[in-house]
Every structure is written in structure tokens, then in C-alpha cells.
């Protein structure tokens, strides 16, 4: 990984409060989902979640599975396995592998069930702890898991405010967390990456040198994106040479022809928000 060091301070007080919080209620929780973005498999995972989780079971779930380059994203799940993790990688749009993750749930749970059988006592339900980055698709997954709307969805970082119970089902409750993120993104490429697929807001980084970094990392990896969605055969190193070619391409112009570079930039945000532009994984194991 590429660890240029930058200083971005990106740490609302919710996110402090939500770190108190969950300590202060590990000890009802059984199984924690960790949710991390099939994209960046890196850059997504929370900075010393180990320390805050302790020993609790753990799901590793990688999201936008369908929007990653799985030959690349394989290269994660397989690390993560090598560490132990148990990886779930899901479509949060099409209920894609939600029996899975149940079922590898209720598995977690045997041992500790069996030893309650074997008490008298009956099987209690699974309380299960969902956390991750900011906008990485916990509040989707609650609502399918749940089969109804539970929680608000958005495509904005820093929807859910606070901890909450959601029932599932007869056997599993999930406590619902805002997103977390570390106090100092300390690794110009960490940072990037979480602006580029809209983990931070906008405003955090500049927005040109996201859009930037995105054209760089298409060309270096996926060239054929640029050709397909923007005309283009590769990013210049004269950058407004490509902004311009793109501008053209794409109608984004003002009075005499100039083209409007802010329109440019909302057009490659929006190609990555919205999914049009997929197949990618920016994180890169090397």
C-alpha cells in the first residue's frame, strides 16, 4: 500500500460516541458483522476494530460485491481467511447470500446453544453487532435482513445517529451503529480511496483531486473504462487537457465553449456513486 502521509481530520463527535458506546455494550453482544467494501478491501476496514471488538465471533461481510473486480477482491477474502476471518461477500440489492450469513450466524451460535440445551435452559437469540465505515451499506443490510425498512437508507455518509436494536427474526437481533472512522486518515491513498467511493463527504478533500486520482487509478488499472464511458484512451499528464476532452465528450459546457470543469467532476462522482461505473477494486494486494 501506498503510505504517502497526509493529515485529513475527519472525526465527528458521533463517531466518539459511538466507540464509547459499543464498549459500553460488548458484553451483550455475541457475533459482530463487519461490514467492509468489496472495492477497498483496505482502506474500508476500521483502524484498530480489533482492540474494540476484543474476542467477540466475527463475520467479516464484504459489500458492493457486485460492483468490485473480483480477481482482485478474491485476493482480500483470501488474506482475510489466512487471519482467520470468516468472509461473506454479498449483493445488499439483490438478497444475494442473506441465507448464508444466517446460517453461518446460527453456526457461531451452536456450541454456547448446545450448552444451554444441556442446562435446561433454552436457546436465546443471537445478539449481533453491525459496524463499519461510513456509508458502506450497513443500514441496507439491516433492512434486508429484517425484510422491511428498519433504518434509513442514503447514499450520504452519516445517516445512522445512533446505537439500535432491530429484530430479524425468532432467532437474531442486530444493534444498528453509525459509521466509524479513525481520527486522522494518515495515508494519502486510504484517504483517497474513501472519498473516490464516497465513504467521507465531499467536502473532506478537495473535490478535483478526487475526481483526479479516479481518472489516475481507472487508467492505470482499468483502461477500458475511460475508453467506455468517457472517450478517452488515457489521462494526460497535463490533467486539463483530459478534463477538457472529457467536458466535450460529455456536453459539459459554458458560454464560448469552455468547459465547465465542476460539471466534469459531478459526472465521474455521480458514475461511481450511482454503480454505472463497476468491475473496479482500488485497493490492491501486493
Do not use: Q
Not at 73 to 83: Q, V
Not at 203 to 212: A, E, G, M, Q, T
Amino acid at each position: 500500500m501506498n503510505e504517502n502521509k497526509t493529515n485529513i481530520n475527519w472525526y465527528p463527535g458521533h463517531m466518539a460516541k459511538t466507540k464509547r458506546l459499543i464498549s459500553e455494550n460488548l458484553n451483550l453482544i455475541d457475533v459482530v458483522y463487519e461490514l467492509i467494501d468489496a472495492r477497498m478491501p483496505y482502506s474500508s476496514k476500521i483502524k484498530d476494530i480489533d482492540g474494540l471488538l476484543k474476542n467477540k465471533k466475527r463475520i467479516l461481510i464484504m459489500t458492493k460485491i457486485d460492483l468490485c473486480d473480483m480477481n482482485e477482491t478474491n485476493k482480500w477474502i483470501k488474506y482475510y481467511e489466512s487471519l482467520g476471518y470468516s468472509v461473506i461477500g454479498l449483493n445488499l440489492e439483490s438478497n444475494n447470500n442473506l441465507n448464508n450469513l444466517i446460517n453461518l450466524t446460527n453456526k457461531l451460535m451452536e456450541e454456547e446453544n448446545k450448552k444451554r440445551i444441556e442446562k435446561g435452559m433454552t436457546k436465546r437469540k443471537t445478539r449481533v453487532l453491525v459496524v463499519g465505515i461510513p456509508n458502506v451499506g450497513k443500514s441496507t443490510l439491516i433492512n434486508r435482513l429484517a425484510g422491511k425498512k428498519v433504518v434509513n437508507v442514503g447514499n450520504t455518509p452519516g445517516i445512522t445517529k445512533n446505537l439500535n436494536w432491530i429484530r430479524v427474526n425468532n432467532d437474531i437481533e442486530l444493534m444498528d451503529t453509525p459509521g466509524i472512522l479513525w481520527p486522522k486518515l494518515d495515508s494519502d491513498t486510504v484517504a483517497f480511496n474513501l472519498a473516490s467511493l464516497t465513504a467521507i463527504k465531499e467536502n473532506i478533500l478537495p473535490l478535483d483531486k478526487v475526481v483526479i486520482y479516479i481518472l489516475n487509478t481507472l487508467d492505470k488499472y482499468y483502461n477500458n473504462i475511460l475508453k467506455d464511458r468517457y472517450g478517452i484512451d488515457s489521462v494526460d499528464s497535463d490533467i486539463e487537457l483530459t478534463l477538457d476532452l472529457i467536458g466535450k465528450k460529455r456536453g459539459c459546457l459554458i458560454k464560448g465553449g469552455l468547459v465547465d470543469y465542476d460539471k466534469v467532476y459531478s459526472i465521474v462522482m455521480n458514475d461511481i456513486k450511482s454503480g454505472i461505473i463497476k468491475g473496479i477494486t482500488f485497493d490492491r494486494y501486493e
